[in-house]
């Protein structure tokens, strides 16, 4: 009786040992089972090839608003200064950069210049370049004198009028940009410019625009003598004399938030760029 009812026991427990083993098996297989991380190649560059790229655009947009900023504060501690009285030799141009000018001198209209495209208020037109002849001498500087709509038909050019005689002028020292986007040739590189003056310029190009007149006057009574201009224009006060027109200039700082903004947004698609390179890359077994 002792040993038929030992037999059961043992059986019982191989029986109790073997589920006990399957379900530790069953439980590691359970614990065992998620994602795990394998980099995939073509996610993988795709992200080494965008987050560089997003990074770089936003450093880009911020730089941009840094040197707007920068401009802004040069220019708000050199309006404080004393005007600097603009004589016909040669100046440094970042060195009287958002000054305050004083210049004498006659009007020379016939190289007048009409930058196109300028808008003022929703409305399209020109701003009107007169080179003023510095007294005492030959050197021209180039007055931004404002802006003046274009007419109906754009194919016309507006008649300004322009004052004779010694005038003076107050303004504000520009250095212009070298770096333009133009959608056709510019009065300057067009064909014939250098045998019939094109008052009717896309962007100012200083260096190019003392070429031309140095051109189109080789042949005149003045031709031996060189065309000196001063390397600024001087954009015209609203408050001064001497034959202006709409004069509501732009600060330096104008739509900087933009750059931020866009700044942020270029970092955004890195960081985004980040967290999808890891969500497509954790996989299950």
């Given amino acids: 009786m002792a040993d038929s009812s030992a037999k059961p ?35 993988t560059l795709a992200a080494v090839l965008l987050v560089p790229l997003f990074v770089a655009l936003g450093q880009w947009q911020w730089g941009k608003a840094g040197v707007k900023g920068d401009r802004q504060a040069l220019l708000d501690t050199r309006s404080a200064e004393a005007p600097v009285q603009l004589a016909a030799t040669p100046v440094d ?8 000018i004083v210049v004498r001198g006659v009007w020379e209209p016939r190289r007048q210049i009409l930058i196109d495209n300028r808008i003022h ?22 007055i931004n004198r404002g802006w003046i709509p274009a007419l109906p038909e754009h194919s016309r050019v507006p008649v ?20 333009f986007f133009t959608l056709g040739a510019d009065a300057g590189n067009a064909a014939g410019a250098e045998t019939q003056w094109q008052p009717v310029w896309q ?51 104008e739509r900087i938030e933009r750059h931020l903004g866009y700044a942020l947004q270029w970092w955004s698609f890195a960081a985004t760029t980040v967290l999808i390179w890891l969500f497509v890359n954790f996989r299950r077994p």
């Fill in 9 to 43: 026991r043992a059986g019982q427990a191989d029986y109790a040992r073997a589920g006990s083993a399957e379900a530790n098996a069953g439980g590691g297989a359970h614990r065992h089972v998620g994602r795990r991380f394998a980099p995939r190649p073509l996610p």
């Fill in 93 to 100: 141009a970042e060195t009287l950069r958002y000054r305050r």
């Fill in 121 to 142: 208020r929703e409305r399209a037109g020109y701003h009107v370049l007169t080179p003023l002849r510095i007294e005492g001498g030959t050197t021209r500087v180039l």
């Fill in 160 to 179: 300004i009028d322009t004052p004779a005689g010694q005038i003076e002028i107050s303004g504000t020292a520009i250095v212009p940009s070298t770096r």
């Fill in 203 to 253: 962007n100012l190009d200083l260096a190019r625009y003392r070429a031309v007149v140095e051109a189109l006057e080789a042949d005149g009574a003045d031709g031996a003598n060189p065309f000196t201009l001063q390397p600024i224009v001087v954009q015209m006060a609203p408050d001064s004399a001497g034959g202006g027109f709409a004069r509501e200039w732009p600060r330096p700082d």
